[in-house]
Nanobody, 117 residues
């Protein structure tokens, strides 16, 4: 059974940093892509950063230069390093994983990030 577990959220002052972790387990297949999304109440979930199996990354314009997505295959973990945080980064952050040969993707339960001004 596939499990996707995020951690690392919390309360931080504007200008501060956090590192989110996403641990993926239970799949016999390698991942095709992993994405970090975020959602605030009343708004659609939006892609923040993505990482492909080939190592290609992509970022939302609002986080370019501040956030970095990276992976550690040995730990089955993907990270989102968030620097120079702003109050508008406040959201629940979710990890989404798609695997090769599997016709669905998987979401974690989310981790709350709150940035105070």
């Amino acid at each position: 059974q596939v499990q996707v577990v995020e951690s690392g959220g919390g309360l931080v002052q504007a200008g501060g940093s956090l590192r989110l972790s996403c641990v993926v387990s239970g799949s016999p297949f390698s991942f095709d892509r992993i994405g970090w999304y975020r959602q605030v109440p009343g708004k659609q979930r939006e892609l923040v950063a993505g990482l492909s199996s080939g190592g290609t990354t992509n970022y939302a314009d609002s986080v370019k230069g501040r956030f970095t997505i990276s992976g550690d295959n040995a730990k089955n973990t993907v990270y989102l390093q968030m620097n120079t945080l702003k109050p508008e980064d406040t959201a629940v952050y979710y990890c989404n994983v798609a695997f090769r040969f599997v016709p669905r993707d998987y979401w974690g339960q989310g981790t709350q990030v709150t940035v105070s001004s």
